[in-house]
């Protein structure tokens, strides 16, 4: 990695966390991701999840058939892990390299987690292979019962669940997604090496604050929920201290302006059009820049046991004023709307387009 006060190169980065969608909003979603990331983890959150190796394929067809043309682009997929899912479907799919990991969702925790799992012993023999074969496992990691405080999930979840499951299955790889506590952080950096969390640009730049700020503003809207100031700045240190354990995951989560604008409004936050940037600045306000490669794309294959990857982007101190809208064309008439994070704000780091050949 080489950078200047005016000038950041560094090997291309991947995305080890991200919505895609599907249909209509392909084009878009992949798009914005492709133009900097090599790859990326793709959640099997659809609307119908993904949860067979058939489904996977057809999926990530659609993904490279909206990849712009001179674009280099892999998407690495998920299965969705249900109770009444097959261990050998999610070892079939690893062998052959379509899966890279397995997503567990605790039912009705997020988005399209309806089909998620309630009774986490339910999947233990799921588990047992996963851990046998060396299959990650992805965790979001919150509770859902009612009479826990929205701001405890995480750590309720860690404290109930995680911790006896690492117990039952030791030598699991484990990704917590999302991370957003410094319990979390601190779990994590005292694990052992296989457990590994991602971290999000939208959780190192808002606290709950924002969610609130002179009327509710569901833009910021995301889940895990973002927390007080403090778990803010406990994600900052991790992220920026240049420990293997935490790397990039955008958990980039588009949903339609309208869906948004609900009075039961969608979870998730559409960061991918300006992700890297949005890491740089943090980096860079936390005196870190030299850091921001390992994070951004060499821990993460390094956790997954993948090669690096080989080209390199340059971001350029130049300031850039993130639009309030990206467009989703629905057909040659319509169009709907995005918002992306940082939306009106200014940026002071701008990609310079494509990867460095
Ligand atoms: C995600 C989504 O919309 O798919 N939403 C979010 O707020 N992050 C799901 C998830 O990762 O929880
Ligand atoms: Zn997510």
Not at 61 to 72: E, F, H, Q
Not at 122 to 150: A, K, Q, Y
Not at 184 to 191: C, G, I, L, N, R
Not at 218 to 231: G, M, N, Q, T
């Amino acid at each position: 990695m080489n950078h200047s006060p005016e000038r950041i190169t560094l090997r291309q980065p991947d995305d080890w966390h991200l919505h895609l969608r599907d249909g209509d909003m392909l084009n878009v979603t992949v798009m914005n991701t492709a133009r900097v990331f090599r790859r990326a983890v793709v959640m099997p959150n659809l609307t119908v999840p993904i949860t067979t190796v058939e489904a996977a394929v057809s999926y990530r067809k659609r993904i490279l058939d909206s990849t712009p043309v001179g674009m280099a682009f892999t998407p690495l997929m998920t299965a969705y892990i249900t109770s009444n899912l097959c261990p050998e479907v999610l070892e079939k799919g690893f062998r052959n390299g379509v899966f890279i990991a397995a997503k567990l969702y605790p039912a009705n925790s997020t988005t399209n987690s309806a089909q998620g799992v309630s009774d986490l012993r339910s999947i233990d023999s799921l588990l047992e292979t996963m851990e046998s074969i060396g299959m990650p496992l992805l965790i979001h990691g919150e509770v859902v019962d009612r009479d826990v405080d929205v701001f405890d999930r995480e750590v309720v979840f860690i404290e109930r669940h995680l911790v006896p499951l690492l117990v039952r299955f030791p030598r699991l790889k484990v990704v917590l997604e999302h991370i957003t506590t410094e319990q979390a952080v601190e779990f994590v950096d005292t694990s052992s090496s296989k457990i590994a969390a991602t971290i999000t640009p939208h959780h190192l730049h808002i606290n709950r604050n924002a969610m609130f700020d002179g009327g509710l503003r569901s833009d910021f809207f995301c889940l895990p929920v973002a927390k007080r100031e403090r778990h803010r700045l406990a994600l900052r240190k991790a992220a920026t201290s240049g420990k293997a354990c935490f790397f990039l995951g955008t958990d980039s989560a588009p949903h339609l302006r309208a869906f948004k604008e609900s009075s039961c409004g969608c979870a998730g936050i559409f960061n991918s059009p300006y992700a890297l940037e949005s890491y740089a600045e943090v980096f860079e306000q936390e005196g870190a820049l030299d850091r921001l490669e390992a994070f951004a794309s060499e821990y993460g294959p390094v956790f997954y046991g993948l090669p690096l990857n080989e080209q390199s982007v340059t971001l350029i101190k130049q300031n850039q004023v993130v639009p309030d809208f990206v467009e989703v064309l629905r057909n040659e008439q319509t169009s709907e709307k995005l918002v992306p994070f940082h939306a009106g704000e200014t940026l002071r780091w701008t990609l310079l387009m494509g990867p460095n050949k």
